[in-house]
């Protein structure tokens, strides 16, 4: 499975952007997408995620605590896109953005490990200034 990001920038803080996620080739019926971002000299660290279950049915999205209120994912599943709507920015949310699936998934786990996830997309970069 090939997943492209696009959609990062340069903005202000408190303006908004929406990364998406396409898979270029089929996704799976079941599976989780997640949302992860990484800072320079930091560890890359999970943002949110998004599980379909029960034969492809949207189940649940998950977030940290530090984007809770400002960011909402969502997907299309017709199109195989995966979308991060970001508003409120600040600039502690400066990183390159990966978005990642796995194969199967539950709506009651929230999916916020790496090692949970099968494939990766290159990143895109979101910087905000203050």
């Known amino acids: 499975v090939q997943l492209v990001e696009s959609g990062g920038g340069l903005v202000q803080a408190g303006d908004s952007l929406r990364l998406s996620c396409a898979a270029a080739?089929?996704?799976?019926?079941?599976?989780?997408m997640g949302w992860f971002r990484q800072a320079p000299g930091k560890e890359r660290e999970f943002v949110s995620a998004?599980?379909?279950?029960?034969?492809?049915?949207?189940?649940?999205?998950y977030y940290t605590d530090s984007v809770k209120g400002r960011f909402t994912t969502s997907g299309d599943n017709a199109k195989n896109t995966v979308y991060l709507q970001m508003n409120s920015l600040k600039p502690e949310d400066t990183a390159v953005y990966y978005c990642?699936?796995?194969?199967?998934?539950?709506?009651?786990?929230?999916?916020?490990?790496?090692?949970?996830?099968?494939?990766w997309g290159q990143g895109t970069q979101v910087t905000v200034s203050s």
């Open positions: 990642a699936a796995r194969n199967g998934g539950s709506g009651s786990y929230r999916y916020n490990f790496k090692n949970e996830y099968d494939y």
């Open positions: 998004i599980i379909w279950s029960g034969g492809g049915t949207y189940s649940a999205a």
């Open positions: 080739t089929g996704i799976f019926k079941d599976y989780a």
